[in-house]
């Protein structure tokens, strides 16, 4: 089956600084990329939609120049948390998808912890 | 048994029996339906889908049923183990199947006694 690989697993940051995380599609080219965002005992929450070579589209209430979403390839797209403060701390998960895929796969998911 | 918690309702099940879990959808145009596993630390992991033109399909150890007329999804697992303990999403997509936006249902989190 697709392979999708998310890195970091996990990161620990200071207030104010930024994280990037990569989500990378391995043996499919991922034409879309959606981003997640899960808090403790919640479900997954759709932050942005991206397409190759074009730019994402925020969900309501999600600050689009806080959360830079790149996806200038098909086989990878980087969520980027600028100035990231503890109310970011959450479980990001990407999920590529491409055409002729049957199935939507996720990543590994990204544990940020803002202190 | 079933319960809420603050935020994740719980089922609870002895090895061996069988479990159901319910999931309400939210919009009667939605036409692809999945189940979703997530261990704690991890993403979702596929366990079965269905489209709308169906009303039951199985996998191994696991059916999906659909009620479309009270918009009602359910996932039973036959022979509940240990390994099957984990928080179970439903997800509906309302346009691009299995390759469109997936919007979460609120989880279950099953756990299985030895």
């Known amino acids: 089956g697709a392979v999708v690989s998310q890195h970091p697993s996990w990161v620990i940051c200071k207030s104010g600084t930024s994280v990037k995380i990569e989500c990378r599609s391995l043996d499919f080219q991922a034409t879309t990329m959606f981003w997640y965002r899960q808090f403790p005992k919640q479900s997954l929450m759709l932050m942005a939609t991206?397409?190759?070579?074009?730019?994402?589209?925020?969900e309501q209430g999600v600050e689009k120049d806080k959360f830079l979403i790149n996806h200038a390839s098909l086989t990878l797209s980087t969520l980027t948390v600028t100035s990231a403060h503890p109310e970011d701390s959450s479980f990001y998960i990407c999920?590529?998808?491409?055409?002729?895929?049957?199935?939507?796969?996720f990543g590994q998911g990204t544990r940020l912890t803002v202190v | 048994g079933e319960s809420v918690g603050l935020h994740l309702p719980t089922l609870s099940v002895q090895e061996g029996d069988n479990s159901i879990i319910n999931c309400a959808y939210s919009?009667?145009?939605?036409?692809?339906f999945i189940w979703y596993k997530q261990e704690s630390g991890k993403g979702p992991q596929f366990i079965i889908d269905?489209?709308?033109?169906?009303d039951k399909r199985q996998g191994q150890r696991v059916t999906v049923l659909l009620n479309k007329t009270v918009k009602h999804l359910s996932l039973q697992i036959a022979a509940t183990q240990p390994g099957d303990s984990a928080v179970y999403f439903c997800a509906e997509s309302l346009y691009g199947g299995s390759q469109g936006n997936l919007i979460f249902g609120k989880g279950t989190k099953l756990s299985v006694k030895p």
């Open positions: 269905i489209r709308s033109n169906m």
């Open positions: 999920s590529p998808r491409g055409r002729g895929n049957t199935e939507a796969f």
């Open positions: 991206s397409n190759e070579g074009s730019k994402a589209t925020y």
């Open positions: 919009n009667s145009a939605s036409d692809y």
